[in-house]
C-alpha cells in the first residue's frame, strides 16, 4: 500500500529510510489513526502543563532586595521573554504537534475520499 505524504505538496517517493525533503514523512494510511491517537494524548499532557508554566512559573523577588530582584527578572526574561524563552517553547510544540495531527487528519481524509473512489469506479467496472 503506498504511503500518504503529511506536509508539502511534492509527490516525489521517499528516499530509503522514509524521508523525503527537510518537512516531509511518509506514513502508511493505516497507520494514521494510532499516531493522531498518540499525538492527541501528547496534546492532552501538554495543555495543563502550559496552564501551569503560565500561572506558577512567573517568580517574584523573594527576598525584596536587589540581588534578588535581578534573580527574578533574569528567570522570568527567561521563562517568558523572547523567542527562546520555556513558555514560547512549550507553546510551540503544541503548535507543532496540533499542525502535525491536522495535517494526518487531512491526509486521511484524503485517502479514504480516494479509496472510496477508486471502490465505486471498480464496482462501476463489474470487478
Do not use: H
Not at 523525503?20 to 506514513?27: K, S
Not at 512559573?57 to 526574561?77: C, H, T, Y
Not at 517553547?89 to 479514504?112: K, P, T, V, W
Request: net charge negative; proline share 7%; hydrophobic share 35%.
Amino acid at each position: 500500500m503506498p504511503s500518504t505524504p503529511i506536509s508539502g505538496s511534492e509527490s516525489t517517493l521517499p528516499e530509503p529510510g522514509g524521508a523525503v525533503g527537510d518537512d516531509q514523512l511518509y506514513v502508511e494510511p493505516e497507520a494514521i489513526p494510532e499516531i493522531t491517537r498518540s499525538l492527541q494524548v501528547a496534546l492532552d499532557q501538554l495543555g495543563p502543563q502550559i496552564e501551569g508554566a503560565f500561572n506558577d512559573l512567573r517568580i517574584v523577588p523573594w527576598a525584596g532586595d536587589p540581588v534578588s530582584a535581578a534573580a527574578a527578572e533574569q528567570f522570568n526574561e527567561m521563562s517568558f521573554g523572547g523567542s527562546e524563552a520555556a513558555f514560547n517553547a512549550l507553546c510551540d510544540y503544541r503548535d507543532q504537534l496540533q499542525s502535525a495531527a491536522g495535517s494526518l487528519e487531512e491526509a486521511e481524509q484524503q485517502y479514504r475520499l480516494i479509496e472510496d473512489d477508486n471502490t465505486n469506479l471498480l464496482e462501476a467496472n463489474g470487478c
